[in-house]
């Protein structure tokens, strides 16, 4: 049974950072797109960040220089560093996970096979 489990959320002035965590269990493969999600109250949930094909990142425009994703050395805990918080970036976090070689289409529809139950980051003005 696939699992993940995010962590780090918090409440934040603007301009300050905080460090997301997630651990995922039980996804066994290698081939594998891991992103970052978020979702805003009336929005729609949107790709923030993520890894494929062992290290090709992508990001959205709006958090490309203040984000950083990244992984641990077994692939089975991802991070997210958000840098230079704004109001806009509140919402809840969630990680995912997807089996596949290309991760475009996935990140940029949301469309994961898997999912965590979410973080919620709020940033202040």
């Known amino acids: 049974q696939v699992q993940l489990v995010e962590s780090g959320g918090g409440s934040v002035q603007a301009g300050g950072s905080l460090r997301l965590s997630c651990v995922i269990s039980?996804?066994?493969?290698?081939?594998?797109?891991m992103g970052w999600f978020r979702q805003a109250p009336g929005k729609e949930r949107e790709g923030v960040a993520a890894?494929?094909?062992?290290?090709?990142?992508v990001y959205v425009d709006s958090v490309k220089d203040r984000f950083s994703i990244s992984q641990d050395n077994t692939g089975n805990t991802l991070y997210l560093q958000m840098n230079s918080l704004e109001p806009e970036d509140s919402g809840m976090y969630y990680c995912?996970?997807?089996?596949?070689?290309?991760?475009?289409?996935?990140?940029?529809?949301?469309?994961?096979?898997?999912w965590g139950t979410g973080t919620l980051v709020t940033v202040s003005s």
């Open positions: 039980g996804f066994t493969t290698s081939t594998r797109c």
């Open positions: 995912a996970i997807e089996r596949t070689t290309s991760c475009g289409n996935n990140f940029r529809g949301a469309r994961m096979t898997y």
């Open positions: 890894i494929f094909n062992g290290g090709s990142i």
